[in-house]
């Protein structure tokens, strides 16, 4: 693989060697999801405490807690982990009111964070066979129940923080195991149940299908691809069609595994804060959840609710998309080019920040709506559906991605998160912000406060949460 740059220097560019790689957190820190054991806000990247006992090989951001990996499978975890509603609460607080944040930082908001810096997550609950058990909750009957049987002593291969709920895939078995806020059935574990405390295997995959390839995490659902068949299955809150089954009522939250109708082998999963993506194995990609449709809802200015999935219309002159990502509410595509050359499209929705760049969109929404129907003026006034783009449109980039493996995989990481999107890859000279203006700049120039921390320290992943990010990075020699 390789990564050409046109003329780009900057900080990061001198040459060095890297170190060991370490956890560094930036952000608002009220949730604990820093690392630092405070609550205080950090611009500057902060080195996480705790015991972090081997190397660091992957880290993870949630909506207000962090996740780490080690080189031996070790998991590590730090911030408010079982609580996604106050999290987001909090975090509102630190931007728009400052003195309510510190008021709630000093009297009472630290007892409530389940661990301010890195705590190693050591029992893993394995369960046995579902058996029919039934449970009434909210007027509705759940139908599984699984009994203990015991802890796993499994190393893990990935973590992934969504809103109050982590996710973890054991290195030998695949199984995946899950840990956090259960209220909606986002731990997949059979029934409600307020909060697992500790990761345990979920319920509802097919017995000779039960091995894990990916899984990603939304606010309140989640959804994973298998090994085996590369079928998809959803789980948690569906009310905006986020589970891809068709329903999207209030009734329709899923306890355990729900099997989601796509046309092919899947490779990969990714999810938004109410929706879902999905990447074959013959390049082509489908979305479902939250305003993903096509069609437009003309009394609320705004796309509607797509509940079964859709496959996302590219160029003709594209090749094949050979990786996707997500964010809380956009999409990152790359697709394959003539040759070994790369590109990178985006579709979703804008931020709040980015409301500006309504007039630069409209080009992008649907032809088919009259400009005398009165419609586009409604529509200026709420800026709903002005924000969003249902079709991919290039991203400008200042530096070619070309690939030289059989997957045709390009060796880079996306991170979206809420307010833009980053790419890393070892052949960078630093890693690229972007967002609506479709131009990647080094990710310094969005926040002076990165250009020392980018200078000393080579990046080997970034990680976006909510209104946090979580680097594994490593200091520089010479």
């Not at 909210?138 to 990935?158: C, L, N, Q, Y």
């Not at 999963?269 to 939250?290: I, P, Q, T």
């Given at each position: 693989?390789?990564?050409?740059?046109?003329?780009?220097?900057?900080?990061?560019?001198?040459?060095?060697?890297?170190?060991?790689?370490?956890?560094?957190?930036?952000?608002?820190?009220?949730?604990?999801?820093?690392?630092?054991?405070?609550?205080?806000?950090?611009?500057?990247?902060?080195?996480?405490?705790?015991?972090?006992?081997?190397?660091?090989?992957?880290?993870?951001?949630?909506?207000?807690?962090?996740?780490?990996?080690?080189?031996?499978?070790?998991?590590?975890?730090?911030?408010?982990?079982?609580?996604?509603?106050?999290?987001?609460?909090?975090?509102?607080?630190?931007?728009?009111?400052?003195?309510?944040?510190?008021?709630?930082?000093?009297?009472?908001?630290?007892?409530?964070?389940?661990?301010?810096?890195?705590?190693?997550?050591?029992?893993?609950k394995?369960?046995?066979?579902?058996?029919?058990h039934?449970?009434?909750?909210?007027?509705?009957?759940?139908?599984?129940?699984?009994?203990?049987?015991?802890?796993?002593?499994?190393?893990?291969?990935?973590i992934?923080?969504?809103?109050?709920?982590?996710?973890?895939?054991?290195?030998?078995?695949?199984?995946?195991f899950?840990?956090?806020?259960?209220?909606?059935?986002?731990?997949?574990?059979?029934?409600?149940?307020?909060?697992?405390?500790?990761?345990?295997?979920?319920?509802?995959?097919?017995?000779?299908?039960?091995?894990v390839?990916?899984?990603a995490?939304?606010?309140?659902?989640?959804?994973?691809?298998?090994?085996?068949?590369?079928?998809?299955?959803?789980?948690?809150?569906?009310?905006?069609?986020?589970?891809?089954?068709?329903?999207?009522?209030?009734?329709?939250?899923?306890?355990?595994?729900?099997?989601?109708?796509?046309?092919?082998r899947?490779?990969?999963?990714?999810?938004?804060?109410?929706?879902?993506?999905?990447?074959?194995?013959?390049?082509?990609?489908?979305?479902?959840?939250?305003m993903?449709?096509?069609?437009?809802?003309?009394?609320?200015?705004?796309?509607?609710?797509?509940?079964?999935?859709?496959?996302?219309?590219?160029?003709?002159?594209?090749?094949?998309?050979?990786?996707?990502?997500?964010?809380?509410?956009?999409?990152?595509?790359?697709?394959?080019?003539?040759?070994?050359?790369?590109?990178?499209h985006?579709?979703?929705?804008?931020?709040?920040?980015?409301?500006?760049?309504?007039?630069?969109?409209?080009?992008?929404?649907?032809?088919?709506?009259?400009?005398d129907?009165?419609?586009?003026?409604?529509?200026?006034?709420?800026?709903?559906?002005?924000?969003?783009?249902?079709?991919?449109?290039?991203?400008?980039?200042?530096?070619?991605?070309?690939?030289?493996?059989?997957?045709?995989?390009?060796?880079?990481?996306?991170?979206?998160?809420?307010?833009?999107?980053?790419?890393?890859?070892?052949?960078?000279?630093?890693?690229?912000?972007?967002?609506?203006?479709?131009?990647?700049?080094?990710?310094?120039?969005?926040?002076?406060?990165?250009?020392?921390?980018?200078?000393?320290?080579?990046?080997?992943?970034?990680?976006?949460?909510?209104?946090?990010?979580?680097?594994?990075?490593?200091?520089?020699?010479?």
């Open positions: 693989m390789a990564l050409r740059t046109r003329g780009l220097a900057t900080a990061a560019t001198r040459a060095a060697t890297p170190k060991r790689t370490g956890v560094y957190c930036r952000g608002v820190g009220i949730n604990g999801a820093l690392g630092t054991g405070n609550l205080e806000d950090s611009e500057k990247p902060l080195r996480a405490k705790g015991d972090l006992k081997e190397r660091i090989v992957k880290v993870a951001a949630g909506y207000g807690h962090s996740g780490a990996l080690d080189a031996k499978g070790g998991a590590y975890l730090f911030g408010r982990t079982h609580d996604a509603t106050l999290a987001v609460r909090l975090g509102r607080y630190a931007k728009s009111s400052p003195l309510m944040a510190w008021t709630m930082r000093h009297f009472g908001a630290e007892k409530s964070v389940d661990a301010p810096q890195p705590r190693e997550v050591v029992s893993f394995v369960f046995g066979e579902p058996i029919e039934e449970v009434e909750e909210s007027s509705r009957k759940i139908g599984v129940k699984a009994p203990f049987e015991g802890f796993s002593t499994e190393s893990m291969r990935d992934v923080c969504g809103a109050g709920v982590t996710a973890f895939i054991s290195s030998t078995t695949d199984t995946l899950m840990l956090g806020s259960n209220m909606y059935g986002q731990c997949a574990i059979g029934m409600p149940d307020a909060y697992l405390w500790e990761p345990r295997t979920t319920v509802g995959l097919p017995a000779n299908d039960d091995a390839a990916s899984v995490l939304g606010f309140r659902h989640g959804v994973l691809a298998t090994k085996g068949t590369g079928k998809v299955y959803t789980w948690g809150k569906g009310q905006r069609g986020q589970l891809g089954n068709g329903l999207r009522g209030l009734e329709d939250d899923a306890f355990t595994m729900q099997p989601v109708n796509l046309p092919g899947v490779v990969k999963v990714v999810a938004g804060m109410n929706s879902c993506g999905a990447l074959l194995e013959d390049g082509r990609v489908f979305v479902w959840g939250k993903q449709s096509l069609e437009i809802d003309t009394a609320k200015h705004q796309y509607e609710d797509q509940i079964l999935p859709r496959e996302v219309t590219f160029k003709d002159d594209l090749g094949p998309i050979v990786d996707l990502w997500a964010g809380q509410q956009s999409f990152v595509a790359m697709a394959k080019g003539e040759g070994a050359k790369h590109t990178l985006q579709w979703g929705m804008l931020s709040d920040q980015e409301k500006s760049s309504a007039e630069a969109v409209r080009a992008q929404l649907d032809p088919h709506i009259p400009e129907s009165g419609f586009w003026q409604t529509v200026e006034k709420n800026n709903a559906l002005a924000r969003t783009v249902v079709h991919p449109v290039q991203v400008l980039a200042p530096f070619e991605l070309v690939s030289d493996n059989e997957d045709g995989k390009v060796d880079v990481e996306v991170s979206v998160g809420h307010e833009g999107f980053v790419i890393v890859g070892k052949d960078l000279p630093t890693p690229f912000r972007w967002d609506w203006s479709l131009r990647p700049v080094p990710l310094h120039l969005h926040a002076t406060a990165l250009d020392e921390f980018l200078g000393s320290h080579s990046v080997v992943s970034i990680a976006q949460g909510w209104q946090h990010t979580v680097l594994l990075a490593a200091e520089k020699e010479g």
